[in-house]
C-alpha cells in the first residue's frame, strides 16, 4: 500500500462528523489504518481505572483516528482546503503540492 497523502505535522480540516469544520495539526499518522490522529480533534472521554501505578482514575481526553478521508489539507501558502497532488521533478524526486495553487505542501 502505498504512503498516505498526508503527513505528520500536516494542518488539517475535519469534514464530517461533530468537529466538521475545526482545523488541527497531524501528531500521528496510522497508514494500515487509512487515520491520522489530530491534536485535539474528535476526542472522546476514556474512563481510566485507578493502577497502582497511577493512583489515581478518572476522566482522560483521548484523541482517536479520524479516517483520512474524512479530513482535507490546509494549504499554508493560501490557507485554502485543498487535496494534495504530486510533482515528479526530472530527477525523478517526488514532492506534494497544493491542487488549488501548486505550492509546496512537502
Ligand atoms: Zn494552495
Redo the contacts with the bound molecule.
Sequence with gaps: MAGLKIKKDDTVQVLTGKDRGKDGVVSRVLPTQGKVIVDGLNVAKKHQRATRATMQGGIIDKDMPIPVANVAVI?P??N?V?RVGYKVDTDGTKTRV?K??G?DLS
Excluded: E, I, L, N
Aim: with cysteine.
Design positions: 494549504c501558502s493560501g485554502h485543498t497544493c488549488k495553487c505550492g
